[in-house]
């Protein structure tokens, strides 16, 4: 009864008192249409104030990082070791991996980082055992029918890179239905690699100009850099070349990724299995980032 007593007392003077005291003031009759209109409009202010602290809080936390890359490249190097430490399925370690992927893709857009791209299957990852290959290229296609609205709700513009000979017609078609839906956002743009390979890219770039000259559409004299980079399969992003390159594991090599893209790229190895790469371990790889001076081959 007391408590009863006490919840009556405090709802009197929360609400009855000042919706009162409003009242008079406005010259408005008090009743519970008012009430109610009191409370609401309340509750929309104390809102409306929230998410303007919230994005004050962003646009700060934002200013804290300094500059960022426009694009960072990620070779996701660890899944299987993680996997076999723990004493797991190859498998589980792959799904461990793709979690990870979304984790660190929405924090690098959250940031201001503008594109990701991720090397998440090589041309020489066919030589691994067929069930793991398998597994791989099923997850590959679910993932690409089934987070459309996902990244349709958040903007992200998703391409796929690679020589894609070898993909199943059911998985060509995920991947071009993904692409399609997604091809007019900007400012958040996810590159997958799948049996990609620096060399097949320089190489196919070469063909195409080859072929250009050899049907008078350029001259041979008129290939350059410019012409080059639009023929590599990174034409599809505003920003082709990466300013930083990840690789997970501890291994330092590029293993065939990006090699025209990264020819200034930083390159950061990090002793981490790509699975244990959390959000902390990647703001200490952009904090690495912030600290390079990055001349070019200029002298400054």
Known sequence: MLFLVSTVLTFLALILIPCLFISRRLSVPLSFTNIRRFMKTATSQHDEEEERNEKGGAIGEKEKLGRLPNHV???????????????????????????????????????????VSLFAFS??????????????????????????????RHKIKISVIGDRGKFSESFLCAIREVEEATKSYEGKHLIMALNYSGKFDILQACKSLAEKAKNGLI????????????????????????????????????????????????????NVLWPDFDKTEYLQALTWYQQRDRRFGRRV
């Open 73 to 115: 490249a990620i070779i996701l190097d660890g899944n299987r070791r993680w996997a076999k430490k723990r004493g797991l399925e190859t498998a589980q370690g792959h799904e461990a991996g793709g979690r990870r992927v979304m984790e660190l893709t929405m924090a690098s857009f959250a940031m201001g980082i503008n594109t």
């Open 123 to 152: 041309t020489e990852n066919w030589g691994r055992p067929e069930d793991e290959v398998n597994y791989l290229m099923a997850m590959f296609e679910k993932v690409s029918k089934t987070e459309i609205p996902f990244v349709q």
């Open 219 to 270: 001259q041979v004299e008129d290939i350059d850099e410019n012409l080059m980079e639009k023929e590599l399969l990174t034409k599809c992003s505003e920003f082709p070349n990466p300013d930083l390159l990840i690789r997970t594991s501890g291994e330092q090599r590029i293993s065939n990724f990006f090699l025209w893209q990264s020819a200034y790229t930083e390159l950061y190895f990090p």
